[in-house]
């Protein structure tokens, strides 16, 4: 048997919560497991994208990446 726990909710919350589980073709713990991992996901980007906007403000980084990333020899962008 699964290791489980307890978790009381509200009769409304759980009704609320059973019936999205159902419109997904989930019972109520796989949609909270699945509802547990996109949050998960979520807050790992919000890491990412603070982590990303720290790294661009650092000295250099704007030009390196434009070095390395940034226009052609012939002027084009490498972007498309």
């Not at 307890?6 to 989930?26: F, I, W, Y």
């Amino acid at each position: 048997m699964a290791d489980t726990t307890t978790v009381e909710l509200d009769a409304d919350v759980h009704a609320r919560l059973t019936a999205l589980a159902e419109a997904r073709g989930l019972d109520l713990a796989g949609y909270l497991a699945e509802l547990a991992a996109a949050q998960e996901q979520e807050a790992a980007l919000a890491r990412a994208t603070g982590a990303f906007e720290r790294a661009v403000e650092r000295p250099g980084f704007r030009e390196g990446f434009a070095r390395d990333f940034g226009a052609g020899r012939d002027g084009s962008s490498r972007a498309a």
